[in-house]
């Protein structure tokens, strides 16, 4: 079988090699999935809950530097789901920790574990209560007149909302990152649901929302093989102890769907995936317009070039949406989640991200 | 050296044509008007990847890196070829349809069990 090009004390080398490393990886699948099968504990970063309403909660980061940041930083995560503690994800790996150690009085919203009894949430309460809310409250705490604000996926299209609809709004400047503009761009889902005959009210009905394991499925088929490569990437790396360490920890979260309220996906299945009415300019909540042109903070756009859910051409739809002249806009190697909690997020997305906001964060 | 780089070339010139032979392939499944038998759909797949898989074992001395990633572009390339499926608008019919008659069929059948909604 072998060719006769190959030499045979290369194919011996190789072979010792692989038989070396198979010997690792058994010996770590022994102690790290047999032996100790728990997954690493995550969202280590010491915060405290700093405002409450109803399950969603603000918390507030505790500072790791002598000197803070004057502006303090607001992270607005994706509603519905999965849950936000990716973005704290394990010590060394963790967006949060990054951002504390660089001095920014950090918040982050947190939406809780969405179920049925939620269904009636919807964008405009969101936009219109708990937003302003969370922001006055951190105002008050810090006593700074302006925040920065930093939408992450469809915490970004809240934020977009958000800032729309209050021009004199109190951030300073505003960061989305993998954030949806242009929802005929959409991928997968804008295909699968963006559709006038998707069965929205029927599922809404039937089942309050969009339930955990409805939500895994949709995501899970958006890369079919998604699982398989997890898993042989894994194989392939499991003579590494740090990698088995990280793989825990994103699988775990991976596979740790939360629902999405019911009226929150009627008006993302309608008005956004189906229509592209907040594009458009045609997005109305609670009889106002939604003006994309009212948001003129300094802004900074990020995608990811292998994103599956937002794909780049959907987020970059922000840059030309908007009135900001301080704007910038980057694509970076990486897929939805990677991109800002990958093994390579710490090189690449997190210092650009610090850079930019500490030159616009004076008073 | 000169073996091996030689090698390396015939490898990825094979790769490229088991690529270019997937893609079509999937291509074809996927644009056909009729849906295909299943089993011939696999049976050729199969066919294809084997037939890769064993003559690429005989190009490279350092094949069991160059087979770990060859593979993790297979099952990348397997799952763009299921995305392009996936995102053809007769797949979106068939989601919205099962969606539809998924929920229907609970329906009746909780009304089935429980006559009571009904007058609820």
């Given at each position: 079988m072998l060719n006769a090009t190959m030499q045979a004390p290369e194919y011996a080398r190789a072979l010792q090699d692989e038989l070396w490393k198979d010997r690792e990886r058994w010996s770590n699948w022994m102690t790290e999935f047999v032996v100790s099968p728990a997954d690493p504990p995550m969202a280590q970063t010491p915060k405290d809950v700093v405002w409450r309403r109803g399950k969603i909660t603000l918390n507030r980061y505790r500072p790791q530097t002598e000197t803070l940041n004057p502006l303090p930083y607001l992270i607005v995560p994706w509603l519905?789901?999965?849950?936000?503690y990716i973005l704290d994800m394990l010590p060394g790996y963790s967006m949060v920790e990054y951002l504390v150690q660089q001095g920014h009085d950090l918040y982050m919203l947190d939406w809780g574990e969405?179920?049925?009894?939620?269904?009636?949430?919807g964008l405009e309460d969101v936009v219109f209560k708990i937003l302003p809310r969370a922001i006055d409250e951190i105002l008050t705490l810090s006593g700074a007149t302006h925040i920065n604000l930093n939408g992450f996926c469809l915490g970004g299209v809240i934020s977009n909302c958000y800032l729309s609809l209050n021009p004199d709004a109190p951030v300073k400047n505003y960061i989305a990152i993998v954030t949806p503009v242009d929802f005929d761009q959409g991928g997968l889902f804008k295909v699968w649901?963006?559709?006038?005959?998707?069965p929205v009210d029927l599922i809404v009905e039937h089942l309050?929302?969009?339930p955990p394991h409805l939500m895994g499925v949709g995501f899970k088929m958006l890369r079919p093989a998604g699982d398989a490569t997890a898993y042989s990437g894994l194989w392939m790396n499991m003579n590494k102890k740090d990698y088995i360490l990280v793989f825990k920890a994103m699988n775990h979260w991976a596979n740790d769907f939360v629902g999405m309220p019911g009226r929150f996906f009627t008006q993302l299945q309608k008005e956004f995936y189906f229509q592209n009415k907040l594009l458009k300019g045609e997005l109305w909540l609670k009889g106002r317009r939604v003006d994309l042109q009212c948001i003129r903070q300094p802004m900074f756009v990020a995608a990811a070039s292998k994103d599956h859910i937002v794909p780049p051409l959907a987020a970059e739809a922000l840059m030309d949406a908007v009135s900001s002249t301080d704007k910038e806009y980057v694509e970076l190697p990486g897929g939805h989640i990677s991109v800002f909690s990958g093994r390579q997020a710490h090189k690449v997305l997190w210092p650009r991200l610090h850079e930019w906001v500490l030159a616009r964060s004076s008073h | 050296m000169s073996s091996s780089s030689s090698s390396s070339s015939g490898f990825f010139e094979l790769y490229r044509d088991f690529l270019q032979q997937t893609s079509g392939f999937w291509e074809q499944v996927a644009t056909v008007p009729k849906p295909p038998d299943p089993n011939e759909i696999w049976k050729h797949f199969y066919g294809i990847w084997t037939e890769y898989w064993s003559q690429s074992f005989?190009?490279?001395?350092?094949m069991f890196q160059v087979a770990q990633r060859l593979w993790m572009e297979q099952l990348d390339t397997t799952s763009k070829s299921l995305e392009n499926i996936m995102g053809t608008a007769a797949y979106g019919v068939a989601v919205r349809q099962f969606f539809q008659e998924q929920l229907t069929w609970q329906e009746r059948a909780a009304k089935a069990v429980h006559p009571q909604i009904d007058g609820a």
């Open positions: 519905g789901i999965s849950r936000p969405i179920a049925e009894e939620d269904k009636e949430l649901v963006g559709h006038n005959e998707f309050g929302g969009i | 005989t190009h490279s001395p350092d």
